[in-house]
């Protein structure tokens, strides 16, 4: 039996209907056409599909779409300005973190919820929130590199 959820993505209202067993992630990417948010693993272990949701990195891999009614759901697709990359996002490619792609709109994600909530977090606060990021492609050394040039960046705007 479907049901209607309505949620704000990346500030934008949306009413969405539902059978029930979607998950954010099926909404964001088939329903709304986000598809920055991707779907690795299902089981919690890659990270590639973290969003914000009500401020808090989430995995919307496992978070049913109707537990999401009322969020306020943040994607990577909101985080640059037209062409003006993110600060997180500019550090990760200048310290060389950017292979393949494929992880990083959730590690960028992972990380802007981390300074939004804590700019001064520690490198074990920082190594905490990269650990539940799966990379196959870069060492994870460039990823954590470019996590503490983009906290210097976010200090300084």
Same mark, same amino acid.
């Given at each position: 039996m479907a049901e209607k959820i309505t949620l704000t993505v990346?500030? *934008?209202?949306? +009413?969405? #209907? /539902? #059978?029930?067993?979607?998950?954010?992630?099926?909404?964001?990417?088939?329903?709304?056409?986000? !598809?920055? !948010? =991707?779907?690795?693993?299902?089981?919690?272990?890659?990270?590639?599909?973290?969003?914000?949701?009500n401020g808090e990195a989430v995995k919307s891999c496992q *978070?049913? &779409?109707?537990? $999401?009614?009322?969020?306020? *759901? *943040? !994607? /990577?697709? $909101?985080?640059?300005?037209? +062409? =003006? @990359?993110?600060? /997180?996002q500019e550090a990760l490619i200048e310290s060389g973190a950017?292979?393949?792609? %494929?992880?990083?709109?959730? /590690?960028?994600?992972?990380?802007?919820?981390? %300074?939004? =909530?804590? @700019?001064?977090?520690?490198? $074990?606060?920082? &190594?905490?929130?990269?650990?539940?990021?799966?990379?196959?492609?870069?060492?994870?050394?460039?990823? %954590?590199?470019?996590?503490? @040039?983009?906290?210097?960046? @976010? =200090? $300084?705007?």
């Amino acid at each position: 039996m479907a049901e209607k959820i309505t949620l704000t993505v990346n500030q *934008v209202p949306y +009413t969405i #209907e /539902i #059978e029930g067993w979607e998950h954010l992630i099926d909404v964001l990417r088939d329903e709304i056409g986000l !598809t920055g !948010t =991707k779907r690795g693993c299902d089981d919690l272990s890659c990270g590639a599909c973290t969003v914000l949701m009500n401020g808090e990195a989430v995995k919307s891999c496992q *978070v049913l &779409a109707k537990r $999401a009614s009322g969020a306020d *759901v *943040v !994607t /990577i697709e $909101a985080l640059a300005q037209g +062409t =003006k @990359l993110h600060p /997180i996002q500019e550090a990760l490619i200048e310290s060389g973190a950017v292979q393949c792609g %494929f992880c990083i709109p959730g /590690i960028v994600m992972g990380l802007h919820g981390l %300074f939004r =909530k804590k @700019l001064d977090a520690t490198e $074990a606060e920082i &190594a905490d929130t990269l650990e539940n990021h799966l990379c196959r492609c870069t060492g994870y050394e460039a990823i %954590f590199e470019g996590a503490k @040039l983009a906290q210097k960046k @976010l =200090k $300084a705007r």
